[in-house]
T-cell receptor, first 111, second 113 residues
Framework: QKEVEQDPGPLSVPEGAIVSLNCTYSNSAFQYFMWYRQYSRKGPELLMYTYSSGNKEDGRFTAQVDKSSKYISLFIRDSQPSDSATYLCAIKGGGGNKLTFGTGTQLKVEL | KAGVTQTPRYLIKTRGQQVTLSCSPI?????VSWYQQTPGQGLQFLFE???????NKGNFPGRFSGRQFSNSRSEMNVSTLELGDSALYLC????????????FGPGTRLTVT
């Protein structure tokens, strides 16, 4: 079993839809939870981070963590074609900067 | 502020050769981590360097190595290349070892033939 599981998609939604992206993890030692966005042929771009259970909002994006269930989510409101990308959850635990990534969910927002 | 830069962007090598990839972190960032990204395995952690010392290592064979210089720039080396080493190699920089912030470069696309 992988430490971080993420549905690879692809996920296709119409413009304006609310998108829900999810990951589950198995290691309780994980402390920081991040979401990255990766466009084709680019490096991952840090979208959001959180370190506690609950919600964190930034514009159209909301990151949610439930440590009791070991479940993290990213919601995108009013999705736009420019949101079409691969979304990766990443988790950091213990000391140092090692990130454990989910496999990524490929999202396409269609006009 | 300039982002993370990686050189070269694309590389084609033959099996058995070795390759060196370079990463320049964001100015002021002292931690550099390397990742391998493949369609089958996704993003996998290779190693982390901080203050010129390897601090953490992923589950890769000894053919993969790296180093960090006093100006925080880092290089990674892969010796005796195998076809399975074809991947996007990403470098990430962070201000410290305890920061949540990790910023990735554009990657080096390595193709082994």
């Amino acid at each position: 079993q992988k430490e971080v599981e993420q549905d690879p998609g692809p996920l296709s939604v119409p413009e304006g839809a609310i998108v829900s992206l999810n990951c589950t993890y198995s290691n309780s030692a994980f402390q920081y939870f991040m979401w990255y966005r990766q466009y084709s042929r680019k490096g991952p771009e840090l979208l959001m981070y959180t370190y506690s259970s609950g919600n964190k909002e930034d514009g159209r994006f909301t990151a949610q963590v439930d440590k009791s269930s070991k479940y993290i989510s990213l919601f995108i409101r009013d999705s736009q074609p420019s949101d079409s990308a691969t979304y990766l959850c990443a988790i950091k635990g213990g000391g140092g900067n090692k990130l454990t990534f989910g496999t990524g969910t490929q999202l396409k927002v269609e006009l | 502020k300039a982002g993370v830069t990686q050189t070269p962007r694309y590389l084609i090598k033959t099996r058995g050769q070795q390759v060196t990839l370079s990463c320049s972190p964001i100015s002021g960032h002292r931690s550099v981590s390397w990742y391998q990204q493949t369609p089958g395995q996704g993003l996998q952690f290779l190693f982390e360097y901080f203050s010129e010392t390897q601090r953490n290592k992923g589950n890769f064979p000894g053919r993969f190595s790296g180093r960090q210089f006093s100006n925080s720039r880092s290089e990674m080396n892969v010796s005796t290349l195998e076809l399975g080493d074809s991947a996007l190699y990403l470098c990430a920089s962070s201000p410290s070892r305890s920061s949540y912030e990790q910023y990735f470069g554009p990657g080096t696309r390595l193709t082994v033939t």
